[in-house]
């Protein structure tokens, strides 16, 4: 069964730019949930979906934003890049959500901002 | 607003040792709590999941207890070999508003010595 798939795995963007991340969770999966990590913060949560509804959403501004499609595949948007935006974006599936569902993490998209 | 600490943050031991890492969340009325491991470069990869129903979940040489009623989890890692070698962390639900996402310690990075 394949895993979580991100893509692309590396980019660097300039500030002001906007970015888009790709997630493809595991077959069969509905939830599929957006973590950034960081050295100084860790992993902290950005929002979560499940059958194309976003259930929650974390404490990040508005240039954050997410969408899943039909096929539960899901993307993150950020909107005029800033330095601190630099980070690992990591997806993870679940079958119903973290609620009772352990998580599965793609490998991450490795955003530089400069 | 539920915080995660993990203690310690860093642990080196020798191979075939036994040894215990600590998790300790704010908020008590969790649902469940996860512990994942984190190899360099990598995404995170759930070891185990328990309900808040549970005292004690086990797969192989690990074992993760819970005890809501003092905020704690232990991770318990028996015969450790070099392959334990990693980032562990342990996630409680993320109490943003909602009843997804989760919230992440800042992990222990272990490291098992030949």
């Known amino acids: 069964k394949a895993g979580v798939t991100q893509t692309p795995r590396y980019l660097i963007k300039t500030r002001g730019q906007q970015v888009t991340l790709s997630c493809s969770p595991i077959?069969?999966?509905?939830?599929v949930s957006w973590y950034q990590q960081t050295p100084g913060q860790g992993l902290q949560f950005l929002f979560e979906?499940?059958?194309?509804?976003?259930?929650n959403k974390g404490n990040f501004p508005g240039r954050f934003s997410g969408r899943q499609f039909s096929n539960s595949r899901s993307e993150m948007n950020v909107s005029t890049l800033e330095l601190g935006d630099s980070a690992l974006y990591l997806c993870?599936?679940?079958?119903?959500?973290?609620?009772?569902?352990?998580?599965?993490f793609g490998n991450g998209t490795r955003l530089t901002v400069t | 607003k539920q915080e995660v600490t993990q203690i310690p943050a860093a642990l080196s031991v020798p191979e075939g040792e036994n040894l215990v890492l600590n998790c300790s969340f704010t908020?008590?009325?969790?649902?469940?709590l996860q512990w994942f491991r984190q190899d360099p470069g990598k995404g995170l990869t759930s070891l185990l999941l328990?309900?808040?129903?549970?005292r004690e979940q086990t797969s192989g040489r690990l074992n993760a207890s819970l005890d809501k009623s003092s905020g704690r989890s232990t991770l318990y890692i028996a015969a450790s070999q070099p392959g334990d070698s990693a980032t562990y962390l342990c996630?409680?639900?993320?109490?943003?508003?909602?009843?997804?996402?989760?919230?992440f310690g800042k992990g222990t990075h272990l490291i098992i010595q030949p």
């Open positions: 993870a599936s679940s079958v119903g959500g973290s609620y009772n569902s352990p998580l599965h």
């Open positions: 077959s069969g999966h509905r939830s």
């Open positions: 328990i309900q808040s129903s549970q």
């Open positions: 908020d008590s009325a969790i649902y469940n």
């Open positions: 979906y499940f059958s194309e509804t976003q259930r």
């Open positions: 996630a409680g639900p993320y109490s943003g508003g909602g009843a997804d996402g989760l919230t």
